[in-house]
């Protein structure tokens, strides 16, 4: 249910996972991740892994660290490709693509053999919002991919959150609260919109 749809989505892996609509949260932000996010995030995958899938993008950065934390804490994740789902990108994350395709879910709207290009990954970045109920926005920047997904999801009236940040920092997620942006402590909090969404 978003706008210019995918006409087909390749899969290797659990499609149970892309059922649950409401119990989908997307982390995304960026591949050169604060320390600060680095800290937080871990947390709150925590906090939901049991009960949430929990979704990125297979980069390294936030993404890297959204999948390892939901393994970690025994919960489920989906990882979405800018390539074909037999061209594991970034070669960097081979181990851990592999491991979400084996035991999780790995999908991509490009067939078999197409490699990842730069072009591909703000479309790959509609998918992530696609299939998820709310989006997890950490290290914004203007300009850069993590604000044009925050925005996509806003515009496909998804939930977005996010959590406060210090004063400070170079980042534009307190200035996604004051544009109406959900301010997020806890899992809890997430179920809260879910039930309320």
């Known amino acids: 249910q978003i706008h210019k749809p995918p006409f087909a989505l390749f899969c290797k892996g659990d499609l149970n996972l892309l059922k649950g609509f409401k119990k989908n949260v997307a982390f995304v932000g960026s591949r050169e991740p604060s320390e600060y ?18 979704v990125s993008g297979c980069a390294i950065g936030i993404d890297t660290l959204a999948h390892q934390s939901a393994i970690a804490y025994k919960g489920k994740t989906i990882g979405v490709l800018g390539s074909g789902i037999d061209v594991p990108y970034p070669h960097s994350n081979l181990s851990l693509i592999n491991e979400i395709a084996a ?13 990842a290009k730069a072009e591909h990954f703000i479309p790959r970045n509609r998918i992530i919002v696609g299939i998820c109920n709310s ?59 879910d039930e309320n969404f």
Request: aromatic share 6%; with cysteine.
């Open 103 to 115: 035991n999780h879910l790995l999908i991509s709207e490009y067939p078999a053999g197409v490699p």
């Open 37 to 54: 996010a680095s800290k937080q995030l871990p947390l709150l995958v925590k906090d939901i892994a049991l009960d949430h899938v929990i």
């Open 135 to 193: 989006i997890v926005v950490f290290d914004a920047k203007k300009s850069s991919g993590t604000i044009s997904t925050a925005y996509k999801a806003a515009n496909e009236n998804r939930n977005l959150l996010t959590i406060p940040y210090p004063l400070g920092t170079p980042y534009l997620n307190n200035s996604l609260i004051k544009e109406g942006c959900h301010l997020i402590e806890t899992g809890d909090d997430i179920r809260f919109l």
